[in-house]
């Protein structure tokens, strides 16, 4: 089962910030939250991961909540490049030496010109 | 750059046929993953592998089978394709963990699109 809850879809005017909430209240004391995005027909791209402070890099920033139930990416200006599919995704517990990246259905974010 | 690459963008396969589906990384990653990817169901874990001949069930291995020889390859198989198999399928690689407050990164091959007729 997904470890994350996010909304199904989001809108965004181009030029706006547009911030995408996850749900992540099962989330375990050290375990990372990451985000990815896909865009269609390609393989899902890395954006952007943090543990408990806030995270920024050339891409995007990572809010994530003090009690690490909750986080949201934010992505400064969004372009019409940035309409794609987002995943907020946590680890499952160590298995067999390795741990298991478990995705959900994510936010498919439309940017509107 | 890191490279996962998937050897086949598309494929058509008959029903009942036996199909490989192979994936290289060239970052030296200890781990390897397949998924499918299925309108409405996101990403679903199939088999992954920790190290070289070790090989772990995901949440739908039914169907499939995974060989891992070396440790840059990392191959599904379907021993009989059937229709319902039909889906996007990417592989995925990262580093070995280093414990739990490690944040290793996975990167995603391209995918390879699978339809069974």
């Known amino acids: 089962d997904a470890k994350t809850t996010q909304p199904p879809s989001m809108d965004c005017a181009e030029g706006r910030a547009a911030n995408l909430p996850c749900n992540h209240s099962?989330?375990?004391?050290?375990?990372?939250v990451y985000w990815y995005r896909q865009i269609h027909s390609q393989g899902p791209q890395y954006i952007i991961h943090?543990?408990?402070n806030n995270e920024t890099n050339e891409m995007a920033s990572l809010i994530i909540t003090e009690d690490r139930k909750s986080s949201t990416l934010i992505l400064p200006h969004a372009t019409l490049r940035d309409t794609a599919v987002y995943y907020c995704?946590?680890?499952?517990?160590?298995?067999?030496?390795?741990?298991?990246?478990?995705f959900g259905t994510g936010t498919r974010l439309k940017v509107l010109a | 750059d890191v490279k996962v690459t998937q050897s086949s963008r598309y494929l058509v396969k008959r029903t009942g046929e036996k199909v490989f589906l192979e994936c290289v990384q060239d970052?030296?990653?200890?781990?390897m993953f397949w998924y499918r990817q299925d309108p409405g169901l996101g990403l679903r874990l199939i088999y992954f592998?920790?190290?070289?001949?070790?090989?772990e069930k995901g949440d739908i291995p039914e169907g499939y089978s995974v060989s891992r020889e070396k440790k840059e390859r990392f191959s599904l198989i379907l021993e009989s394709a059937s229709t319902n198999q039909t889906s996007m399928y990417l592989c995925?690689?990262?580093?070995?963990?280093?414990?739990?407050?490690?944040?290793?990164?996975?990167?995603f091959g391209e995918g390879s699109w699978l339809t069974v007729v």
């Open positions: 995925a690689s990262t580093n070995r963990d280093r414990g739990p407050s490690s944040g290793n990164t996975i990167y």
């Open positions: 099962t989330i375990s004391g050290n375990e990372y």
């Open positions: 943090g543990l408990k």
């Open positions: 995704i946590v680890r499952e517990n160590k298995v067999a030496g390795t741990y298991k990246y478990i």
């Open positions: 970052m030296d990653h200890e781990n």
């Open positions: 592998s920790y190290d070289v001949k070790m090989k």
